[in-house]
């Protein structure tokens, strides 16, 4: 009798364990810990926010397994063209890999087309490119940001396959979506300058990551505008 | 379904008369063994909030009562006074919260009829610890704030999770809306990451920042919405108003 509930107890967790590992919504759970979304492990919190024909876009920098914070500056904000960014908050390794992807797609449009890739237009691909793999997705929420061709604002957010959602005042990503949410709420006006963009978005992403233990770790902010971008590293709570 | 067993379509179902006078086939949903659950929570949303200053305390919290995706009420208090100089501010399950707030209550009356004088907020803010603890193995599902006045006249506000744990802290907010106020208190009311200088907190200030808070909340959380009620406790006695917010 107790052998048999062993047995069946190690065929229950193991029956448990298989179907633990990714799945759509990224359920995983390791022996002995608690269960823990995909899209959670390595933490991550992005902001991108639309002023006065122009767009910010910032990030934290950790880079963590789990509770362990094993990098204080990992990228995840990434240059597409002079005036597109996208931010892709998620698992660390999907992280990389879409960005080689998008790297390597807009190198080929760029050989092709003899021009760059509009924002809208990226949008559009990394949209199809995540629905693409529909039932075995990539772990990311991107952001694009980015100025149209007449210089205003353009902004869209996208779940991990790719239903993309086009805001003209901000979009966040990340494991502290609440917290950047109710920040970005209160904090955002209409038709900010560059600078003061700059200070809103800072504000936004500083209080928010301090309440997730997920993200933080340094923070990085890129500010586009028609004239080029500036990018600068904030002073934050290292913890 | 697998559940069929071997039986016929004419086994699993049954002629019902209609009340036109006509009749129909009428299947069973399974047939094999159903186990049926009772939860005895549930979650009826909403938000609150509490600022401590110098010599007086605010507390407030939206007025509106859900269940899944559906309003109950727009107009329910989620403010409770459970002394003479505090209150306390409660969101979770709505029934968990009048017992608990029944329970306070009459534990204050009887321990004013025992010494002639009422609660302080320190000792209020120890029993309601204990007798959520009371409750380990069962909880009450409240998230707690308790705000009043302490011995010396300066503000007090105590956070509570569902079994007792509690600190006194400058500001709490707590409930369905809690994780889009905090981080904006953290910056508008503490300045962190903040170099500008801080100007003194004044009721009329914690007002209009628990306003701010509350339009950013409704916004973004479906279970806060309707109308805000804030009540300011001094030595002088407790105000209240009430905010609209909006109805979606």
């Known amino acids: 009798g107790a052998q048999r509930g062993e047995e069946s107890s190690a065929r ?3 029956r448990r364990s298989k179907k633990g590992a990714g799945g759509l919504c990224g359920r995983a759970r390791l022996e002995g810990e608690s269960e823990m979304s995909i899209l959670e492990h390595n933490g991550a919190a992005i902001i991108a926010m639309a002023g006065k024909n122009c767009v910010a876009i910032a990030s934290d920098t950790r880079f963590g397994l789990r509770q362990q914070t094993v990098a204080c500056d990992f990228e995840k904000v990434f240059k ?8 892709l908050a998620g698992l660390a390794t999907d992280v990389q890999t879409l960005r080689n992807l998008l790297k390597f797609r807009l190198s080929l449009y760029a050989l092709r087309e003899e021009r760059e890739m509009k924002a809208e237009t990226l949008s559009s691909l990394l949209s199809h490119m995540l629905y693409e793999k529909r039932f075995g997705p990539y772990f990311v929420e991107p952001l694009v940001a980015g100025l149209k061709d007449d210089g205003t604002p353009f902004l869209c957010g996208m779940d991990l396959i790719g239903a993309p959602v086009y805001t003209s005042d901000f979009v966040v990503s990340g494991t502290c979506t609440p917290n950047l949410n109710g920040m970005c709420e209160s904090m955002w006006r209409p038709d ?5 963009l700059f200070e809103t978005i800072s504000q936004c992403l500083l209080a928010s990551v301090d309440r997730d233990a997920m993200s933080g770790w340094g923070a990085i902010v890129h500010v586009i505008t028609p004239e080029g971008v500036t990018s600068k590293r904030l002073k934050g709570r290292m913890d | ?9 004419k086994e699993m179902s049954t002629i019902v008369r209609r009340c036109d006078g006509g009749a129909e086939r009428v299947w069973q949903a399974s047939g094999g063994p159903t186990e049926h659950k009772f939860d005895p929570y549930d979650f009826n949303g909403g938000t609150t909030l509490a600022i401590s200053g110098e010599d007086f305390v605010m507390v407030a919290a939206d007025t509106r009562m859900s269940s899944g995706y559906s309003i109950l009420s727009r107009k329910v208090s989620k403010l409770h006074k459970v ?3 505090t209150m306390l501010a409660a969101a979770g399950c709505q029934t968990d919260v009048v017992a608990l707030v029944n329970t306070l209550q009459t534990r204050h009356r009887m321990y004013v009829h025992q010494t002639g004088k009422g609660m302080t907020t320190t000792a209020l803010a120890q029993m309601l610890s204990n007798t959520l603890y009371y409750k380990r193995f069962f909880p009450y599902y409240a998230f707690n704030v308790l705000a009043g006045l302490d011995a010396d006249g300066k503000g007090a506000v105590y956070s509570y999770d569902a079994i007792g744990s509690f600190q006194r802290v400058p500001f709490s907010a707590s409930g369905s809306g809690q994780s889009y106020v905090i ?3 953290d910056n508008i009311l503490c300045h962190k990451n903040r170099q500008d200088p801080q100007p003194p907190l004044t009721p009329q200030l914690a007002v209009e920042f628990a306003k701010e808070a509350f339009v950013s909340a409704g916004e973004r959380d479906i279970h806060t919405g309707d109308a805000v009620e804030i009540a300011v406790v001094t030595k002088d006695g407790i105000t209240t108003e009430t905010f609209q917010l909006k109805q979606d």
């Open chain 2, 1 to 9: 379904s697998r559940a069929r067993r071997g039986r016929s379509r």
């Open chain 1, 80 to 87: 597409m063209t002079n005036r597109v960014f996208v931010g």
């Open chain 1, 192 to 196: 900010m300058g560059a600078d003061d």
């Open chain 2, 83 to 85: 002394g003479e100089r």
């Open chain 2, 183 to 185: 981080p904006l208190l």
């Open chain 1, 12 to 14: 229950l967790h193991r």
